[in-house]
């Protein structure tokens, strides 16, 4: 199983970034869609979610109305639109794969991809 996540970049602040991850070596839609994100010296977070459908999606206090997760089974892929980006968004963002429902809690899921980096200055 891979998770390719890419995207990331260096912007400022206020500007727009869309992440994609594509998912090779199992069923994509069998499996809720997740992204978190790590600070440096900080825990990993979760960002945002998405049920194997896309019927549904979850997201933290701190990215909802900013970020919009989406997924198009057809092309294996989850992607993180991330808008009206703040330097308290800059982290290293990593896709993961759940074959249950899509949760909020990191340890649910059971595939995961590295990271790619999102900066963003002020």
């Known amino acids: 199983v891979q998770l390719q996540a890419s995207g990331g970049g260096l912007v400022q602040a206020g500007d727009s970034l869309k992440l994609s991850c594509v998912v090779s070596?199992?069923?994509?839609?069998?499996?809720?869609m997740g992204w978190f994100r790590q600070a440096p010296g900080k825990e990993r977070e979760f960002v945002a979610a998405?049920?194997?459908?896309?019927?549904?999606?979850y997201y933290a206090d701190s990215v909802k109305g900013r970020f919009t997760i989406s997924r198009d089974n057809a092309k294996n892929t989850v992607y993180l639109q991330m808008n009206f980006l703040k330097p308290g968004d800059t982290a290293d963002y990593y896709c993961?794969?759940?074959?249950?429902?899509?949760?909020?809690?990191?340890?649910?899921?059971?595939?995961w991809g590295p990271g790619t980096l999102v900066t963003v200055s002020s």
């Open positions: 070596g199992l069923t994509f839609d069998d499996y809720g």
């Open positions: 998405i049920t194997w459908s896309g019927g549904s999606t």
């Open positions: 993961a794969a759940d074959k249950g429902w899509a949760t909020t809690r990191a340890e649910e899921y059971k595939y």
